[in-house]
T-cell receptor, first 113, second 113 residues
Framework: DAGVIQSPRHEVTEMGQEVTLRCKPISGHNSLFWYRQTMMRGLELLIYFNNNVPIDDSGMPEDRFSAKMPNASFSTLKIQPSEPRDSAVYFC???????????FGNGTRLTVT | GENVEQHPSTLSVQEGDSAVIKCTYSDSASNYFPWYKQELGKGPQLIIDIRSNVGEKKDQRIAVTLNKTAKHFSLHITETQPEDSAVYFCAARLNTGFQKLVFGTGTRLLVSP
């Protein structure tokens, strides 16, 4: 079991640029979550997919953020255009059954200058 | 919505001592309470969880207690070791149609040899 795999581990970009974060959930897991972690706001749920369908995106901060899950083994979180306040660690997590524990990846540390 | 408060924000203990971290939640309909451990540069990892039909659960040196009436739950670590040093997060899940976890703000535990 390779766990949840996120790439890149670190991303440094300039304000205004497009950023794409990637996630491969654990094989067989049908639920996928994107979280953002900052010192000020802690761990915040951005969006949740079940069987590749977005169920709740109420945590997505604004229209600059978008997420897709084209198949069961891949998801992306895109920020366009990026802003310095988007700097954070972004985590992807997956689970197999509704109500089962979440398994987190090791995150992508995003720095927007 | 659900709100989870966690205390203390930092906790320093000597190796071999016990450590207790406390959390309160606001929504009486919450029914699942996991605890995560986050080491530097890694994603949160589940260490123990408890459901609302159970008052206490133990796994070796780690135990969690739940008081539904008071709406609080606690993590107990006995015989602490330096490798227990990390940030610990509690979380609560609402009894809604999907599994949205709300996290506490975290406790940084430092175990000194």
């Amino acid at each position: 079991d390779a766990g949840v795999i996120q790439s890149p581990r670190h991303e440094v970009t300039e304000m205004g640029q497009e950023v794409t974060l990637r996630c491969k959930p654990i094989s067989g897991h049908n639920s996928l979550f994107w979280y953002r972690q900052t010192m000020m706001r802690g761990l915040e749920l951005l969006i949740y997919f079940n069987n590749n369908v977005p169920i709740d995106d109420s945590g997505m901060p604004e229209d600059r953020f978008s997420a897709k899950m084209p198949n069961a083994s891949f998801s992306t979180l895109k920020i366009q255009p990026s802003e310095p306040r988007d700097s954070a660690v972004y985590f992807c997590a997956s689970s197999d059954l509704e109500g089962s524990p979440l398994h987190f990846g090791n995150g992508t540390r995003l720095t927007v200058t | 919505g659900e709100n989870v408060e966690q205390h203390p924000s930092t906790l320093s203990v000597q190796e071999g001592d016990s450590a207790v971290i406390k959390c309160t939640y606001s929504d009486s309909a919450s029914n699942y309470f996991p605890w995560y451990k986050q080491e530097l540069g890694k994603g949160p990892q589940l260490i123990i969880d408890i459901r609302s039909n159970v008052g206490e659960k133990k796994d070796q040196r780690i135990a969690v207690t739940l008081n539904k009436t008071a709406k609080h739950f606690s993590l107990h670590i006995t015989e602490t070791q330096p490798e227990d040093s990390a940030v610990y997060f509690c979380a609560a899940r609402l009894n809604t149609g999907f599994q949205k976890l709300v996290f506490g703000t975290g406790t940084r535990l430092l175990v000194s040899p």
